[in-house]
């Protein structure tokens, strides 16, 4: 595996840990507000935090704000891991 799909692949297994879902119920076209996820901004934050202490990559508020599926966000992240 690749160091983008590791990175990728910790950021699916910290969001479902954290929203407590089945990985197997996330995609890249999964929206963190849509009723799979139903992710309130205290549940962002978490993700944010965990991603941050798991991978290093901090993600501000300002551009949590912008991040609407696990698709933006494994983007985002393996960017900048």
């Known amino acids: 595996m690749s160091d983008n799909q ?7 297994s910290i969001v479902a840990d954290r929203l407590r879902v089945g990985q197997e119920a ?11 996820l139903n992710a ?3 549940d962002m934050v978490e993700v944010a935090e965990a991603v941050e ?6 993600v501000p508020d300002e551009d949590l704000e912008e991040i609407e599926t696990v ?3 494994r983007s985002y992240v393996v960017e900048r891991a």
């Not at 996330?26 to 799979?36: H, K, S, V, W, Y």
């Not at 202490?53 to 901090?58: L, M, N």
């Open 71 to 73: 698709g933006d966000l």
């Open 6 to 12: 590791d990175v990728g692949a910790r950021v699916e």
């Open 40 to 42: 309130e901004s205290l």
């Open 26 to 36: 996330l995609n890249d076209e999964t929206r963190f507000d849509g009723e799979a």
């Open 53 to 58: 202490a798991d991978i290093g990559v901090h």
